[in-house]
């Protein structure tokens, strides 16, 4: 700690602790100010912007360097706070500061007089959720893990809350709490099974022991079930639909974006870096929930008509297919292939940067049409891209890039997670061998049906005519919006169409937890992503994109050098149907409809039907998650009827709870005397 | 890259460019014939281009920029689709840059782009030709790269001229995988040309169609261009076909001689496909559009069975 008083002797793990502190200190200078919404607006959140710059910066420095340790001589007497800045945690704090580097931009433009907490007090809290869970991938032991986790369960609950005058806000709010507390309790038996009785929480004993195989699989699946419950996977998901669109969109987009990769930050640390032993099903196991999720998430957000709520579930999907390449990771690590575990890792940790990227975007989208229109339904809204041009031509890449496209980001994690699926042929079990093709196809339809659901995404809220009136006064975002928007949209492309670049960041990470890496790119094919070597496959996305732009523009100049470019505008033509009102437009529930018939026995619907003679006749469909009733319901059921069982013990009588006392004496007598 | 590559990557886009209309041209003529109509003539989709492209353009009065735009990237798109695609010969610069996957993900991308569009103007039949095709796109889309796959583990790279060059240089087996695989790829093909059992190229029949709602806004040289990337796509797909199932006769690098002889011997193979294609549209009936997706249902899972069987025969 003596470097914190000499700068230029300053480690990258001092520099992130100094973003920290300006954090909180931001956050401290917005309670101070609580109403004065211009100070927080134009000073606090881009002050705050440029924090996360340079943590970007310290991230991308640290990320090959080595590791360093601190520790603080704060927390308990005993109990200093350990930390330490891995690879692994380089990778995180580079998609924390990237990403929030935009969200604070676009969050310094948001935020407007008299919606719900005062926005000094919504920057305080945001300023300390940031804090936390940059702390959370430095933590080094299980108690300042437990501590930061815990501040960034809270403070993220406060944000949800923002707008605590609608009862569903509290309602979503109070679930979100309930499932990170539980997820919470599997967290800290998982670190009490880690330290194996030595009583001794640091990470660095904990990668020590040698844990028996059935201890070990206690330890990751109490992990899996505790960072699951925060990632939203199967079956802990519900609370993710609700959560999402009750908070405010800037805070949307980092919940979604930053919050469920830390979640998956911390199965990775457990499940690579913590456990020494590694066992073949864990990964089958990781891998099907993975999948399950995913199919599950995509196929709940085609359905869904409110942005945010379709937004929440596709990120489930994305949250499911980082699992599963995960779990093919393991699986591959636990046979010894470091090659294929080390390309399926990369797959995954590709997916999470440009995952964080492309979500947060869309959710600033959301944001910015909320805050243009006061709609969320899909249903009420429409051709926004002829007002609000800057929002829709950057969600365009967003949506381009969520759909799996090339040649943006999302389209390179699938292509490596599905190079790495063919390497499965090697692993020595006929079983899994015949798994595999399976588990790529379920990947590809996921990926196929995430562009069906962008479409509707994008062109129900952006494209087609206003299906409102007063939609035609939308209005435009403003310069901290864009701005905000501009970086995410930057950081889309880049992830893109520099896959080299950013695997070399990844590198580190996967020699870490797996021990080895996939080959670096040689010097004259930069642009050329080669996972194995050039004869297996290649991807070139700068030329693929060069070649999409050149024919485009050839096309485009030979036609009009050739022919002409006369245009005419006229009444739209189809068909010849003269009486055309923006209502005869496909709405959301329309869009959805094929993919509510052909996956029917994965919803719960009731459909209200018109009759004949209805002199206002209605249609209303509603899609529910069956889950919630097949297992929350039944279970929350259950909890009741346990606690009014132990209910009875209580029964408010001086007398009785004598007896109690007296009855657990001879008990404890009994026991003693043997 | 060698002068060859680029000669050859050259005349691949150009050959393309040029047989294209062609082989709709062929196509349609042949099912003329088989339906005992008279048929066109085979230059028939050349003058209807020209004729396109001499009209002006009528936009809609809300049509946005995006609108004006897609018709070039949908153009575009095919363009590089048959770039790729190994139709003369494997000795191709433009290949490292995108393999079978990215090829996938590159119709893919028009396909967006051209439902976006005709989400657009906002006009009924706009949304419902953009929702019909993204349901087919959506089912077909996996299933193409399952039966790449298949060729893939066969030859154990996902490149696309890796995969010619190993399937023409194996000895004359019939492997069980991709028998499984061609049938699949025939019924993909199908929808994903808009062709009869899916939809019917013919036809303005406002409750059926797909590919005609989507394109139903557009005319003059917009439309041109989005026909002649309609048939760009009937082409990549029939030389995709060709490569995984015929390789025989694509020229390699370093051998000048192939490369013209790989001329004739493509207009030949895709002459006998052409008139095969209009064989199955003769023969099948258009199916209601709610079966469509058992259809490709079908043809997906014959694709996994197909990887499967690649599995379990140990062929890979």
Request: hydrophobic residues 55%; glycine residues 8%; charged residues 10%.
């Amino acid at each position: 700690m003596s470097a914190l008083l000499a700068p230029s002797g300053w480690v990258h793990l001092d520099w992130v602790l100094l973003v920290v502190v300006v954090w909180l200190l931001i956050g401290a200078a917005g309670a101070l100010a609580l109403r004065r919404l211009r100070l927080v607006a134009t000073l606090l959140f881009p002050l705050s912007a440029l924090c996360s710059l340079v943590l970007l910066l310290v991230a991308f420095d640290a990320a090959s360097s080595v590791p360093e340790v601190a520790v603080l001589p704060i927390g308990l007497p005993q109990l200093p706070f350990h930390l330490r800045l891995d690879g692994l945690s380089a990778f995180f704090l580079l998609l924390i500061g990237g990403v929030s580097a935009g969200v604070s931009a676009f969050a310094a433009g948001y935020f407007r007089k008299g919606e719900g907490t005062p926005p000094g007090l919504i920057c305080l809290e945001y300023h300390v959720f940031l804090a936390s869970i940059a702390m959370v991938v430095m933590a080094d032991d299980a108690y300042v893990f437990m501590v930061v986790w815990e501040t960034m369960a809270l403070s993220s609950f406060f944000l949800v809350m923002a707008n605590h005058r609608i009862p569903d806000i509290r309602r979503a709010a109070y679930l979100y709490i309930l499932i990170a507390h539980i997820g919470a309790l599997g967290i800290l038996l998982c670190f009490g099974v880690l330290q194996a009785n030595t009583g001794d929480y640091t990470f660095a004993n904990m990668r020590a022991q040698q844990l028996s195989p059935f201890w070990a699989s206690v330890a990751f699946v109490l992990a899996l079930f505790g960072f699951g419950a925060k990632a939203g996977i199967l079956p802990l998901h519900v609370w993710l639909p609700e959560a999402h669109p009750a908070a405010p969109s800037p805070f949307s987009a980092l919940m979604s974006a930053v919050m469920l990769k830390i979640a998956l930050y911390g199965l990775l640390r457990v499940s690579f870096d913590l456990l020494q032993t590694r066992i073949w099903w864990w990964g089958v196991l990781l891998m099907a929930i993975g999948l399950a999720s995913a199919l599950f998430g995509v196929v709940f957000s085609t359905v869904q008509v409110e942005m945010k709520r379709l937004l929440a579930y596709s990120s489930i999907e994305n949250v499911g297919l980082m699992c599963a390449g995960f779990g093919l990771a393991l699986l591959f690590s636990a046979y010894g292939m470091t090659g294929p575990a080390a390309l399926a890792l990369t797959a995954a940790l590709y997916h999470v940067l440009s995952h964080g990227f492309f979500k947060s975007l869309l959710f600033c989208s959301t944001g910015a049409v909320l805050h243009a229109t006061g709609e969320r339904s899909l249903g009420k809204l429409g051709g926004l891209i002829r007002y609000t041009p800057w929002v829709a031509w950057s969600t365009l890449v967003g949506v381009l890039a969520c759909a799996g496209l090339p040649p943006l980001g999302g389209f390179v994690a699938e292509w490596l997670l599905l190079q790495s699926f063919l390497f499965t042929t090697g692993l020595p079990s006929s079983f899994l061998n015949m798994l595999v093709p399976v588990v790529a196809a379920l990947i590809a339809l996921v990926a196929a049906l995430s562009g069906y659901t962008m479409v509707k995404y994008f062109g129900v809220i952006f494209l087609g005519q206003p299906r409102e009136e007063k939609l035609a006064q939308a209005h435009d975002a403003g310069f901290w919006e864009r701005t905000g928007m501009l970086w995410l949209v930057a950081g889309c492309v880049v992830l893109g169409l520099m896959p080299n670049q950013i695997i070399a960041l990844i590198r580190p990470v996967t020699l870490l937890l797996v021990s080895g890496a996939m080959p670096q790119a040689g010097s004259g094919a930069g642009w050329l992503l080669v996972p194995v070597d050039a004869q297996r496959a290649s991807y070139a996305p700068a030329i693929f994109l060069l070649g999409v732009l050149a024919s485009c523009a050839l096309a485009y100049l030979l036609v009009r050098r050739l022919y002409h470019g006369r245009t005419r505008r006229a009444p739209p033509w189809d068909c010849g149907f003269a009486l055309q009102t923006p209502r005869m437009q496909d709405s959301a529930e329309g869009f959805g409809q094929p993919i509510r018939q052909i996956f029917e026995p994965m919803f719960r619907m009731t459909r209200e039907l018109p009759s004949p003679f209805d002199a206002e006749p209605s249609y209303r469909v509603t899609v529910e998650d069956p889950m919630w009733y097949t297992l929350y319901l039944p279970l929350a059921a259950f909890v009741e009827r346990l606690s009014r069982l132990v209910g009875r013990l209580q029964q408010g009588r001086i007398a009785v709870y004598l007896l109690y006392s007296f009855l657990t004496l001879i008990v404890v007598l009994l026991v003693v005397k043997q | 890259m060698s002068l060859l590559g680029l000669f050859s990557q050259l005349m691949a886009i150009v050959a393309a460019l040029l047989l294209a209309p062609l082989l709709s041209g062929w196509v349609n003529q042949w099912r003329a014939r088989l339906q005992n109509k008279s048929a066109p003539g085979l230059l028939q989709p050349y003058r209807v281009l020209r004729k396109l492209f001499h009209k002006e353009s009528v936009l809609a009065e809300q049509a946005s920029t995006l609108f004006r735009l897609v018709p070039y990237v949908s153009f575009g798109c095919m363009v590089l689709a048959c770039a790729i695609v190994p139709t003369l010969s494997t000795d191709l610069p433009l290949s490292p840059a995108a393999d079978a996957m990215a090829l996938v993900g590159l119709f893919a991308l028009a396909r967006v782009f051209v439902s976006l569009a005709a989400m657009d103007v906002g006009t009924a039949f706009g949304g419902l030709g953009a929702r019909r095709d993204m349901l087919v796109g959506f089912l077909a889309e996996p299933a193409l790269l399952m039966v790449l796959f298949c060729a893939s583990m066969i030859s154990k790279s996902t490149s696309l001229t890796t995969i010619v060059e190993t399937l023409a240089h194996r000895e004359l087996a019939i492997y069980p995988s991709l028998l499984v695989a061609g049938v699949a790829f025939t019924m993909v093909s199908l929808a994903e040309n808009a062709r009869v059992p899916v939809d019917n190229p013919e036809t303005h029949l406002e409750l059926t169609m797909i590919h005609e709602a989507l394109i139903l806004e557009y005319s003059g040289r917009h439309l041109a261009l989005l026909e002649w990337a309609a048939s760009l796509k009937l082409f990549a797909y029939s030389c995709i076909g060709l490569a995984l199932f015929f390789p025989w006769g694509v020229a390699e690098a370093d051998a000048p001689l192939a490369l013209i002889m790989a001329l004739p011997v493509l207009v030949i193979k895709l002459a006998i496909g052409g008139v095969l294609l209009a064989l199955v549209e003769t023969l099948s009936a258009k199916m209601r559009i709610f079966r469509v997706p058992e259809f490709l249902a079908t043809a997906f899972l014959l694709a996994v069975i197909g990887l499967l069987v690649n599995i379990l025969l140990g062929v890979g």
